[in-house]
T-cell receptor
Framework: GAVVSQHPSWVICKSGTSVKIECRSL??????MFWYRQFPKQSLMLMAT?????????EQGVEKDKFLINHASLTLSTLTVTSAHPEDSSFYIC?????????????FGPGTRLTVL | GENVEQHPSTLSVQEGDSAVIKCTYS??????FPWYKQELGKGPQLIID?????GEKKDQRIAVTLNKTAKHFSLHITETQPEDSAVYFC????????????FGKGTMLLVSP
């Protein structure tokens, strides 16, 4: 149980284009989903917290107009990187917290490798 | 905000030996401490967690201990195997409602056959 999927697993795009990444909880409902980015050999950096049906909460320094997050259902959150540039190239990982548990637990997706040319 | 420090950054052991990774946290209100294993190119996998009302938790070859007074917690892996080789991250909950996690910088564990 507690499986999270992401799609696509990798994507290459040209500078200036937009890329959408999907995060789905497959066998549970999640009121809260989180988006992280991870640079090579570094830790996970939280970008934003997404609650179903409400606006996402972005961490300091993360541009909300550049990284659009939509959490339309209890099993799906999307991250859109708008007007992507090479410096946006990174490993993007989502996580989800089951709504029927005590709280705090986060289960991660497999990640999406974004390369912007 | 919360600050989580993790040591060592790299750890090399022989197969069958034990491995210990230590973390400290700064926010005394934190009450949830998970450990994740991340293999190359994959997402982190929750391997064990502990809450502040418990001092120790064990799951087969993996155990976690928590010292609330000293604000540190440790991951213990016994009888290590080559497939244990990965990057391990500790984390502590923080933020409004304490639902977000702050991660340590990670420990690369290499188990040599």
């Amino acid at each position: 149980g507690a499986v999270v999927s992401q799609h696509p697993s990798w994507v290459i795009c040209k500078s200036g284009t937009s890329v959408k990444i999907e995060c789905r909880s497959l066998d549970f409902q999640a009121t809260t989903m989180f988006w992280y980015r991870q640079f090579p050999k570094q830790s996970l950096m939280l970008m934003a917290t997404s609650n179903e049906g409400s606006k996402a909460t972005y961490e300091q320094g993360v541009e909300k107009d550049k990284f659009l997050i939509n959490h339309a259902s209890l099993t799906l959150s999307t991250l859109t990187v708008t007007s992507a540039h090479p410096e946006d190239s990174s490993f993007y990982i989502c996580s989800a917290s089951p709504m029927d548990r005590a709280g705090n637990e986060q289960f991660f997706g497999p990640g999406t490798r974004l390369t912007v040319l | 905000g919360e600050n989580v420090e993790q040591h060592p950054s790299t750890l090399s052991v022989q197969e069958g030996d034990s491995a210990v990774i230590k973390c400290t946290y700064s926010d005394s209100a934190s009450n949830y401490f998970p450990w994740y294993k991340q293999e190359l190119g994959k997402g982190p996998q929750l391997i064990i967690d502990i809450r502040s009302n418990v001092g120790e938790k064990k799951d087969q070859r993996i155990a976690v201990t928590l010292n609330k007074t000293a604000k540190h917690f440790s991951l213990h892996i016994t009888e290590t195997q080559p497939e244990d080789s990965a990057v391990y991250f500790c984390a502590a909950n923080t933020g409004s409602g304490y639902s977000t996690l702050t991660f340590g910088k990670g420990t690369m564990l290499l188990v040599s056959p």
